[in-house]
C-alpha cells in the first residue's frame, strides 16, 4: 500500500520473496529470497517511495527466512 494515498502496491520486485522484516516507524521493509543460495538474500524497501534502498545483501547460508529486525533505542 502506497503511503501517500493508500492505493494498493501491485508490484515489488524481490525474486523468491518469503519472510518479512519491518522497523518501529515503518520506514522500511526488509523482504528475504528464499531460493538463491544466499545470494542477494535481503531487499530492504523505503515504504514512502516503493523503491529499493542500496543493494540487495548476501546471507552466509542458503536459505535466509522468517527476518527480524532489530532497533537501536535512544
Given at each position: 500500500?502506497?503511503?501517500?494515498?493508500?492505493?494498493?502496491?501491485?508490484?515489488?520486485?524481490?525474486?523468491?520473496?518469503?519472510?518479512?522484516?519491518?522497523?518501529?516507524?515503518?520506514t522500511y521493509l526488509h523482504?528475504?529470497?528464499?531460493?538463491?543460495?544466499?545470494?542477494?538474500?535481503?531487499?530492504?524497501?523505503?515504504?514512502?517511495?516503493?523503491?529499493?534502498?542500496?543493494?540487495?545483501?548476501?546471507?552466509?547460508?542458503?536459505?535466509?527466512?522468517?527476518?527480524?529486525?532489530?532497533?537501536?533505542?535512544?
Open positions: 500500500m502506497t503511503r501517500s494515498d493508500l492505493s494498493e502496491v501491485t508490484t515489488v520486485n524481490v525474486p523468491n520473496a518469503h519472510g518479512l522484516g519491518i522497523n518501529s516507524d515503518g523482504i528475504g529470497n528464499i531460493s538463491d543460495g544466499g545470494t542477494s538474500a535481503t531487499y530492504t524497501l523505503d515504504l514512502a517511495t516503493n523503491t529499493h534502498v542500496g543493494s540487495p545483501v548476501d546471507a552466509p547460508f542458503a536459505a535466509p527466512h522468517k527476518l527480524q529486525v532489530y532497533m537501536k533505542h535512544f
